[in-house]
Each structure stands twice: as structure tokens, then as C-alpha cells.
């Protein structure tokens, strides 16, 4: 968070227009770059220095003095500033990059956490059950982001018109401005078409009410208590992990991410290839999907150590 009584870096809202507008970076990602540049910029300040004006020792030095954060955060704190001192040489607002001799952290690779078809199928078994304008909607975005590996932030932000129902598709403009469609199964499918008539029947209900002033939500899955206009992230989440003790899985292994994972991994455990899940994920890089061939092949190592009568012997003797 920005610190009382430090300006903010001087190019600070001028690069973040950029990423905005030239990268095509989400408003969580434009936040989160103004942290990092504010948290490095209070640092430099107490060198009695700008951001700006920082040299290659003033960066190390708040690298350095990170020392409780993970490999994760410093690698996202070094990016930020990687990306505007880059900028700024390109505006001719500096001679050199600062970081250009700083290699990024090394990140050990954590598996995603994800969940079993069983816990899966229990989720949705309670989701079923419930009832009304915001049961449908529930069941519609929790079916929708296992059908799909949609990201939470790509899923609140749907527009109505992104769900194909005659193709059995849905339109999605992810990270970086990139668009994908991701076909749907029919359970998703039927859960959005329930969840269209409880929708379509409360947006007359306000039409009526409102009259006038009544303007009509474009979004899939619309709030009005959301400054946005459409159901936030952090409502979701806490919608889903309340799912939780309901279906017997503990609150802290729930979350939208988790869906993910677990659509990604069941897809490759049921022999889906690399190339058409990276796809579906919106991932840049292949090497990102090929985790989930770790998680997956994990599990089928476990499976055989249990299961295969040589393979169970051998294994308990060492």
C-alpha cells in the first residue's frame, strides 16, 4: 500500500497508462504494479533519492532488505521495476536500466492445489440443491469455471453475449487483451440457461421498479451492491468456500483457483493433450500448463505404489 507523505514515482501514472493501453494489463494488475513502485520508491527516499534517480546499488539494496518476502514477491517487485525503468529509458527519462545485471530469484516449483473428481462431484451435488436467484447464480459460476478453467477475474467480468448457447461456447478476452473460446459441457450449459431465466426475470423486476432510470446489465452475472456492476471476485470466493463444510471439503482448499487447477488436471488425467489445455487455460506459454502434467502423473505414481502388488512391496521395503 502506498506510505503516507511519499510522492509517488514521477512517470508512475504515464507508465501504467502504457501498460493499460499498450499491454492490455487488468486494473488488478495496474494496482499491483502501483504498490510495488510506491513500496520501492518509499525505500528510495530514505536514500534521499527518487525512484528515478536510483542507481544498480540502490535497487540491490531494496531487493536485499525484502528478506522475509518469497522468492514469488521478490520476482514481481524486481519485475515492476524491470518494466518502468525500461520505460523510462524509452521516454529518454534515464540513460540506463538499473536492473539490467539483477537475475530474478530462483522459484522452486509448487504444484497447484487442486481438488479430487469425488470432492468435485460433491460440490456440485450441494450447489445443486440450492435455491432461488442466488442459488442459480452459484450454481451457474461454479459449474462455468470447472467447465471451463476460466480465472476468477475473466469470469466475473463476462458480458451475457459470451456464452454461445447454440455453439455451446463461451467467449472469453483474457490477460493481455487475448481472446479464446472454451467449449461447455452440458452441465454448464444447463446451469446457465437456469441461471438466465432467474437473471433476465430480476432485470424486469428492476425495470419495473426503476422504470427510467433502469438501464439494463450487460454482465453475465450482475451486482448491484458492486461498484462495477457485476459480482465482485472476493464475493465469489467467499460464496464458494462457504460451499465448503456442505460438501465435506475443508474452507481452506476452496477457492475459484482451485476449480481451475482441477479442470486442468482432470482434462490431462483423462487424456486431454498439453496444446488443447494450455488453449482453454489462456496460457501464454506451454511450459505453464505442463505443471499440471506433474500434479497428474504425481497421482498416477501414488496409484500404482497402492494399488500394484509388486510395485506396493518393493516400495514399503525401502
Known amino acids: 500500500m502506498p506510505v503516507p507523505d511519499i510522492p509517488q514515482p514521477a512517470y508512475m501514472d504515464a507508465f501504467l497508462d502504457m501498460m493499460l493501453a499498450e499491454r492490455g494489463a487488468s486494473a488488478n494488475t495496474r494496482a499491483a504494479y502501483a504498490r510495488d513502485l510506491m513500496d520501492a520508491q518509499a525505500f528510495t527516499v530514505t536514500r534521499g533519492l527518487s525512484l528515478e534517480q536510483a542507481a544498480e546499488d540502490d535497487v540491490r539494496a531494496y531487493i536485499g532488505q525484502l528478506k522475509k518476502a518469497s522468492a514469488r514477491t521478490l520476482a514481481r517487485r524486481l519485475s515492476a521495476l524491470r518494466q518502468y525503468f525500461r520505460f523510462l ?18 522459484q522452486g516449483k509448487t504444484l497447484p492445489k487442486y481438488l479430487s473428481e469425488d470432492e468435485v462431484w460433491a460440490l456440485m451435488k450441494v450447489v445443486a440443491k440450492m ?77 419495473q421498479l426503476r422504470r427510467e432510470r433502469f438501464q439494463k446489465s450487460a454482465f453475465l452475472f450482475p451486482s448491484k451492491a458492486a461498484k462495477t456492476g457485476a459480482i465482485t471476485r472476493q464475493r465469489f470466493f467467499q460464496l464458494l468456500k462457504d460451499l465448503g463444510p456442505l460438501a465435506g ?15 486442468a488436471t482432470h482434462m490431462i488425467e483423462h487424456g486431454a493433450d498439453l496444446r488443447s489445455v494450455q488453449t482453454m487455460l489462456g ?9 499440471y502434467t506433474h500434479v497428474a502423473s504425481d497421482r498416477l505414481t501414488k496409484t500404482v505404489i497402492k494399488h500394484h502388488p509388486l510395485a506396493s512391496k518393493r516400495f514399503a521395503k525401502k
Open 89 to 106: 529509458l524509452s521516454e529518454r527519462k534515464r540513460a540506463e536500466d538499473p536492473t539490467r545485471t539483477i537475475e530474478f530469484p530462483r
Open 131 to 207: 435455491k432461488g436467484y442466488q442459488g442459480a447464480r452459484l450454481r451457474a459460476m461454479t459449474e462455468l469455471v470447472y467447465a471451463s478453467g476460466l480465472r476468477v477475474s475473466e469470469l466475473v467480468g463476462l458480458p451475457v453475449s459470451s456464452v454461445l448457447f447454440e455453439r455451446n461456447l463461451v467467449y472469453v478476452r483474457g490477460k493481455g487483451g487475448h481472446e479464446r473460446t472454451v467449449p461447455l459441457g452440458q452441465p454448464a450449459l444447463e446451469a446457465l440457461k437456469e441461471w438466465m431465466i432467474w437473471r433476465d426475470e430480476k432485470q424486469e423486476q428492476e425495470r
Open 249 to 263: 471439503i475443508d474452507r481452506a482448499r476452496l477457492s475459484p483457483h482451485v476449480l481451475r487447477h482441477a479442470f
Open 283 to 291: 496460457h501464454a506459454d506451454i511450459a505453464t500448463t505442463q505443471i
